[in-house]
T-cell receptor
Framework: GAVVSQHPSWVICKSGTSVKIECRSL??????MFWYRQFPKQSLMLMAT?????????EQGVEKDKFLINHASLTLSTLTVTSAHPEDSSFYIC????????????FGPGTRLTVT | GQNIDQPTEMTATEGAIVQINCTYQ??????LFWYQQHAGEAPTFLSY??LDGLEEKGRFSSFLSRSKGYSYLLLKELQMKDSASYLC??????????WGAGTKLIIKP
């Protein structure tokens, strides 16, 4: 149980375009979802935390107008990278928590974004 | 500030045992996770410790000492597939997950 999927698994886009990444909890309801970014040979960097039905909480230094997060349902959160630039190329990973007492985060497989 | 320290890289031999240490200074403590991450993949859960002591799960064991702010992950009978990064993460008093930078483990034949 506790499976999280992401789509797409990889995407290549041109500079200036927008890309949407979906994160779904397949067999549980995720009250909280997290979006991470990971550059090569670096650790995970938390970008934002989103709770279903409310605005996402962004970490310091993450532009909320550039990285739009929507958590419209208990099983779906989306991250939209707007006006993407080559420096946005990274590995984006989402994770989800089942509830307030479940501390474990279940990770999606990640999305490799390359901006040309 | 909050800080989690792990060695950047370790090398071990196939069939041997390796211990990866993690020390933390966080505002409160509600548990510690170890995750394994292969290159280009998302992290996968290995263990969760909230009480002092050793938790054994097959070839992997995890130890916690809350008074010392210290944990280690012990990997026995190393296999080539164990080559990966191992991430230590602590849940602080606000129930936020604080991540270490990870330890890259290289297994040699």
């Amino acid at each position: 149980g506790a499976v999280v999927s992401q789509h797409p698994s990889w995407v290549i886009c041109k500079s200036g375009t927008s890309v949407k990444i979906e994160c779904r909890s397949l067999d549980f309801q995720a009250t909280t979802m997290f979006w991470y970014r990971q550059f090569p040979k670096q650790s995970l960097m938390l970008m934002a935390t989103s709770n279903e039905g409310s605005k996402a909480t962004y970490e310091q230094g993450v532009e909320k107008d550039k990285f739009l997060i929507n958590h419209a349902s208990l099983t779906l959160s989306t991250l939209t990278v707007t006006s993407a630039h080559p420096e946005d190329s990274s590995f984006y990973i989402c994770s989800a928590k089942q509830g307030a007492v479940d501390y474990e985060q279940y990770f999606g497989p990640g999305t490799r974004l390359t901006v040309t | 500030g909050q800080n989690i320290d792990q060695p950047t890289e370790m090398t071990a031999t196939e069939g041997a045992i390796v211990q990866i240490n993690c020390t933390y200074q966080t505002s409160g403590f509600n548990g510690l996770f170890w995750y394994q991450q292969h290159a280009g993949e998302a992290p996968t859960f290995l263990s969760y410790n909230v009480l002092d002591g050793l938790e054994e799960k097959g070839r992997f064991s995890s130890f916690l000492s809350r008074s010392k702010g210290y944990s280690y992950l012990l990997l026995k009978e190393l296999q080539m597939k164990d080559s990966a990064s191992y991430l230590c993460a602590v849940i602080d008093s606000n129930y936020q997950l604080i991540w270490g930078a990870g330890t890259k483990l290289i297994i040699k034949p």
